[in-house]
């Protein structure tokens, strides 16, 4: 009952999320039968929530997650989840029809119990059958339901899991690149400055690659701004621009860079094949994010599994009211209907939140990892190329009087 009545105060008042301290629209303000624009449905709570979702796990993350005190965490925040913040008119609706139909055949029907015990007749007497259904149709339909949302639950999740596995392939391939690049230009017959230009314009283009796919992939609204900054910061002015003006497909224009960059290496032919190999698989990692993105789960499953299980759940109330006869005045079946809703509808707005998988990953930390990783091999670079010319140093006296 605590429960029911913190949801229904909550979604009639209506939630309120913020994003770097600015107020965001509530729920309540939409309504159901509106059409509303990509501007308007960005202001919802479940779109300015997803890039709080990003988690990126580190070894004190770990410990939190498995700490044996995270159910009753679950337990006492649940009010504060976003699924039930995203959720909160249509538990609101569900609930508002247990109510009404407790009221309906308490008034006008059946009459009511008072607080004594004692029944009263109906305040308005209306010759008419109780509002309630027989409970068989949902027990029998319950497991057609149930295969559904498993089937959209586990569809949502692979696509996910394909996305996060693209890109660990744009990740390893990349250290590849940088790692191959850096030890076979140490060994190039080449001034240390040349080296150190060619190795840093390699790592540019390393870190170029997955920022372009990044913005790419999330909403020019969230990302364009800080595309432009990390390009004209990092890049020298030619390409920064050029990359900023290309508008199609950045990732494909990034990869390009990386081409030229690559065979501008003087080492042997097989050397650069062997690194355009790990490109090509670049490449690939591009075309199933672009394929993930690009391809819903067929809608017609969509669709037809949010009516079936909208249409039960706004059906359960009337079959629960019998059943529930033993609680007073048949109250229980109010909390009843919002807990049954919760679930339910929060196994469908999970998959349709893992649905499109790219604005839910940390995709600022992959990409900023692999550009960290770059830097680091132009480091290393350095670093040898400066020992070697310590030791050459320290040889020549020795030859000297050797010779």
């Known amino acids: 009952m605590v429960f029911c009545l913190a949801l229904l105060l909550s979604a009639a008042d209506g939630f309120v999320a913020t994003q770097a301290g600015n107020q965001i629209r509530t729920l309540t303000d939409v309504s159901l039968n509106a059409k509303m624009s990509i501007e308007e449905l960005e202001l919802q709570y479940g779109e300015q929530s997803r890039p709080f979702r990003r988690d990126f796990f580190s070894h004190e993350k770990w410990v939190k997650h498995r700490a044996p005190y995270r159910f009753t965490r679950n337990l006492a925040n649940i009010l504060k989840s976003g699924v039930v913040r995203s959720l909160a008119k249509e538990i609101f609706l569900i609930s508002s029809v247990a109510t009404f139909l407790v009221g309906w055949n308490a008034l006008f029907v059946a009459g009511l119990d008072d ?28 497991p057609a339901l149930s295969l559904l949302l498993v089937f959209r639950t586990n569809s949502s999740y692979k696509r996910w899991d394909e996305a996060r596995k693209a890109w660990g392939v744009i990740v390893n391939n990349s ?23 060619l190795m840093k314009r390699v790592a540019d283009a390393v870190w170029l ?37 290309f508008k199609r497909h950045r990732p494909s224009r990034a990869l390009y860079e990386m081409t030229n960059a690559i065979n501008d290496l003087p080492i042997e032919f ?56 033993g609680s007073w005045n048949h109250i229980l079946l109010i909390p009843v209907s919002a807990v049954i809703s919760f679930f339910l509808l929060g196994i469908e707005e999970l998959s349709i939140q893992l649905e499109e998988p790219f604005s839910v990953l940390p995709l600022a930390n992959i990409a900023g990892g692999i550009g960290k990783s770059a830097d680091e091999h132009v480091e290393w670079l350095d670093e040898v190329m400066d020992r070697n010319g310590e030791l050459q140093k320290a040889q020549q006296p020795q030859m000297q009087d050797f010779l």
């Open 115 to 142: 607080f004594a015990g004692v029944h009263h007749a109906p305040l308005i007497p209306l010759n008419v059958p109780l509002l309630k259904l027989p409970l068989e149709p949902f027990t029998l339909s319950s």
């Open 175 to 197: 250290r590849t690149i940088v790692r191959q690049t850096a030890v076979w230009l140490m060994q190039a017959d080449i001034p240390a400055e040349e080296k150190q230009r």
């Open 209 to 245: 690659f997955p920022r372009a796919e990044m913005r790419h992939l999330l909403s020019p609204r969230e990302d364009e701004k800080s595309y432009v900054n990390d390009v004209r910061t990092r890049l020298p002015p030619p390409l920064a621009e050029s990359m900023i003006s």
């Open 270 to 325: 097989f050397r650069r094949v062997n690194i355009d190999e790990s490109v090509s698989h670049l490449c690939d990692a591009m075309g199933g994010c672009d394929r993930i993105f690009s391809s819903p789960i067929p809608l017609v499953y969509t669709r037809h599994t949010a009516r079936f299980l909208e249409l039960w759940l706004l059906g359960i109330p009337l079959a629960l009211y019998q059943p529930l006869a």
